[in-house]
């Protein structure tokens, strides 16, 4: 019934639109239903077929209307799906709404005067087949096309600019550390690695499954790699992988991982905080961390960072990766699932360890 | 009897020695009993008067021999009484040998090429009236003799070049900054405040009693200061005393308070972590501190600190801060107590909040 009424207005709405002249098309979205505790659920969320938009911007506005293209699915979304404090940093994701997170778009109209019709931008949009875009500050227009461009969500997308800066930036590597990356096969450990040893650094990443785990060792030159679910002593692990102890620990994980790496750091060491992704499904109660006195005992540098703050590194960083990913001198491996039905799966798997780097979604095949 | 026995083993040693030309004279010494855990108690320490030392150095050795003057009391001593893992930083101390911790001597024999017999030097000595020190790589000489040789244990010294480092190093300090100092009134935290009013910051500090609140803001310029036993919730205090936020957080303390802190600090801000002396008494069950995802939200800076990083920066701290010493343009409080016998007690009230700004146990009157 409902469906047939929500045809009824569609068709109505369609017709007066096209009255005036203005095209009105379809446009799924995967909704936000209700802030979730725990593990998200495919059924937090709806694949929304009703919705529709009109291909034309408001008189007046300064804005962009895109096609989504690809949409990238990033851990960091789990933590707008609740609302907690964040110091005012992150806003939940607004109920009955598009989810929102980063993606590759093509410009269909704009009202902008940085933007023209046609180009493409990768940044942050919608989970939907087309969104107005009215904060256009943290775009970045995509100009080498020869590039795949599902890449302008991973390793050339937020996820490689945040490799890069926090790396490069917070890491402050040389040649000879010692370097260990927590979820190392996801969208920023996978990088993280390559350029660590990049810079002739010793690098071991832990992953959770044996199959990642040897692909860190075969195609992303990782020296060791390890199970962390197979270790029943993480402590034991890392001293196994680190008898001199640990220069920079990139840290995506949180907890437990942290708790034991920062007794295996080596004086003047550095931790570049990226995100903890154990902790996300909890946020009402974060695991305690107990060894912070181990920043005093050996002058640990602990530092957070969110990939705004590398925004004027981009241009240095295509300079950097685009001669490496043309001779595929670094690699990457992305999961594209096809069609936004499909991204409710996608995302949930991000958690429970199911799916295999970074994922992607593609929302239309044609440019 | 005892007592009898080693009376007559000295007198016959004091003879034996006299007679091959060596002066050999009582080491009255602080000695360290057995490893402890929580709170330390008077009865830990033994001051010991049979000791002799000859005031004569080995041939063939590269030392020095000095004569105690100031003993610095210093709240890191406690993770020395106990064995635990530092990571092979710290070494505990050792079992019925006289403590260590830094301290204001007079040399009286040197066969160090580097120190003459009359020099003045502060820097790692023992517990003890007369002691032979054979790394001599932390000591500093003392060139400003116009300065009270107390203050070498303190402004001037560790404590001094800690909080100088600390502050202007890890803190990157502005004007206009928001400042906030735990333990504000022990012998780091009053040098921060007034380093941080100095530059132009707005400074508040907590301690333990209504007393050193009141001089923190009356003596040391703190722009407010509280009472952290007073305030049932200390995320209402911080939010009281910085409505916008926290954008350096020096850490002394551990624990609570900064976990509270860390949810109200404001975006790119810095914490020091120079100590946590909440968790001294508690090495083998540090408390967790469940907040740091907010490093990431708000890509804080959290930097432990050892004041060894800081020694070449002692000229600079010494041009910096001779001319405020001597005008008084900055304010220090001691709490000087005389003789060995009293340092047991100076070093227990460090940890029951019982004691007053640096704590300083004068070994001998005269140079």
Redesign the interface.
């Known amino acids: 019934m409902l469906t047939t009424a929500c045809s009824y207005i569609y068709k109505t709405y369609k017709k007066k639109m096209e009255r005036v002249g203005e095209q009105v098309i379809r446009n799924k979205q995967v909704i936000f239903k209700d802030y979730i505790s725990g593990l998200p659920k495919e059924s937090d969320f709806l694949v929304k077929n009703e919705n529709t938009t009109t291909l034309k911007l408001p008189e007046g506005s300064e804005a962009i209307l895109v096609k989504n293209l690809y949409l990238s699915v990033d851990p960091y979304m789990r933590l707008l799906m609740q609302k907690f404090?964040?110091?005012g940093?992150?806003t939940p994701y607004q109920l009955s709404s598009a989810l929102e997170g980063y993606g590759v778009s093509k410009i269909l109209e704009s009202t902008h005067p940085k933007y023209k019709k046609g180009e493409l931008v990768w940044g942050p949009t919608k989970w939907e087949e087309y969104s107005i875009l009215s904060n256009t500050q943290r775009l970045f227009k995509i100009e080498h096309t020869d590039i795949p461009l599902s890449l302008y969500t991973g390793i050339l997308g937020m996820p490689g600019l945040t490799a890069y800066g926090a790396f490069f930036k917070v890491c402050s590597p040389k040649k000879g550390d010692c370097v260990f990356v927590s979820s190392a096969f996801g969208a920023v450990g996978q990088l993280v690695g390559q350029f660590a040893k990049h810079m002739g650094c010793y690098v071991v990443g832990s992953a959770g499954c044996d199959q990642k785990v040897n692909m860190l060792k075969s195609k992303f030159g990782f020296d060791e790699a390890f199970n962390y679910k197979e270790e029943p002593d993480l402590d034991a692990a890392l001293k196994r992988y680190f008898p001199e102890?640990i220069d920079i620990y990139f840290e995506n994980v949180?907890g437990k991982m942290?708790d034991i790496v920062l007794?295996?750091?080596?004086?003047?060491g550095r931790i570049a905080?990226?995100?903890?992704v154990s902790?996300y499904n909890n946020?009402d109660?974060?695991?305690?961390?107990?060894?912070?006195?181990?920043?005093?005992?050996?002058?640990?540098?602990?530092?957070?960072?969110?990939v705004y703050?590398y925004y004027h590194l981009y241009p240095k960083m295509l300079e950097f990766m685009l001669p490496l990913v043309r001779q595929k001198k670094i690699n990457y491996v992305e999961e594209i699932v096809e069609g936004l039905e499909k991204a409710p799966t996608s995302l949930v798997g991000l958690f429970d360890g199911n799916n295999y780097g970074k994922q992607v979604i593609q929302v239309a095949r044609d440019l």
């Not at 905080?273 to 903890?276: D, E, L, R």
Request: with cysteine; proline share 0%.
């Open positions: 404090n964040t110091g940093i992150f102890g949180g942290l007794l295996n750091m080596k004086f003047e905080v990226c995100g903890m902790q946020v109660n974060f695991e305690g961390v107990k060894n912070l006195m181990h920043l005093v005992f050996k002058a640990i540098r602990m530092e957070g960072l969110q703050q």
